[in-house]
C-alpha cells in the first residue's frame, strides 16, 4: 500500500513564524501536492511538483512555498504565518500524470 | 476541469447499496470521472475512477451513463464505516504534467444502522 506521512498531526504556531511541513512518500511516486482544506471551501490547491526540483503553483500559492531537494520528499514552507492560515493541510502523491492521488491523514495548523 | 454536481446529503441503510448520483453535464471528451471519500479526520482516499466504460473494483462499482454527463458510485452492501463526504471529481489528463484534482462539496454519507 501506498504510504503518505505527514511529520504532524496537530502543530500549533505562533504569528510571524517561519513554518515547515514535512510530507513523505515511499513509492517513487513523480507528483506531489499540496492543498488546504477549510469549512466551506473544501479542498484547495496550493503548489504541485512533477519531479525533483519542479514546482507548479495551484490556485492558492499566496504566502506558501515549497520545497522538492528528494523525489520523496516535499516540503510545505510558511515564510511568515498569519491567523488566516490555520488550516488542515494535506499532502498526496501520485505516480504519474492519470493516476489516481493518495493523500496523507493531514496536519492540522493553528496560528494564534 | 468540468464542474460537477452533488446532493449535498444522503442516508442510506446498513446492509443496503448505496448509490450516490453525480452530474458532469459539461464533461469532455477527454476527462475521466473520478470518486474519493473523506472519513472524518482523515485524508481522502481514492475509490474508483473511469473513462466511458463501467468499472468495478474491490470497493465500489462506476455506472457511466452513455452520454457520460453522469455518473453512480454503487457501495453494494453499504457499513457504518462506509459513512463518509463522498467527492465526485471530473480531471482530464495531461501527459508530462500533474494537474490537481479540484474537489467540490461532495456528498455526506450516512450509514444508519
Known amino acids: 500500500d501506498v504510504k503518505v506521512t505527514q511529520s504532524s498531526r496537530y502543530l500549533v504556531k505562533r504569528t510571524g513564524e517561519k513554518v515547515f511541513l514535512e510530507c513523505v512518500q515511499d513509492m517513487d511516486h513523480e507528483n506531489m501536492f499540496w492543498y488546504r482544506q477549510d469549512p466551506g471551501l473544501g479542498l484547495r490547491l496550493i503548489y504541485f511538483s512533477y519531479d525533483v526540483k519542479m514546482k507548479e503553483k495551484g490556485d492558492i500559492p499566496e504566502g506558501y512555498s515549497v520545497s522538492r531537494e528528494k523525489k520523496e520528499r516535499f516540503s510545505l514552507i510558511l515564510e511568515s504565518a498569519s491567523t488566516n492560515q490555520t488550516s488542515m493541510y494535506l499532502c498526496?502523491?501520485?505516480?504519474?500524470?492519470?493516476?489516481?492521488?493518495?493523500f496523507g491523514n493531514g496536519t492540522r495548523l493553528t496560528v494564534t | 476541469d468540468a464542474k460537477t454536481t452533488q446532493p449535498p446529503s444522503m442516508d442510506c441503510a446498513e446492509g443496503r447499496a448505496a448509490n450516490l448520483p453525480c452530474n458532469h453535464s459539461?464533461?469532455?471528451?477527454?476527462?475521466?470521472v473520478y470518486w474519493y471519500r473523506q472519513i472524518h479526520s482523515q485524508g481522502p482516499q481514492y475509490i474508483i475512477h473511469?473513462?466511458?466504460n463501467n468499472e468495478t473494483n474491490e470497493m465500489a462499482s462506476l455506472i457511466i451513463t452513455e452520454d457520460r454527463k453522469s455518473s453512480t458510485l454503487i457501495l453494494p452492501h453499504a457499513t457504518l464505516r462506509d459513512t463518509a463526504v463522498y467527492y465526485c471529481i471530473v480531471r482530464v489528463a495531461v501527459r508530462g504534467g500533474a494537474d490537481g484534482l479540484t474537489f467540490g462539496k461532495g456528498t455526506h454519507l450516512i450509514i444508519q444502522p
Open positions: 473511469g473513462l466511458k
Open positions: 498526496a502523491s501520485s505516480p504519474s500524470y492519470n493516476s489516481p492521488l493518495h
Open positions: 459539461t464533461i469532455s471528451g477527454n476527462e475521466y
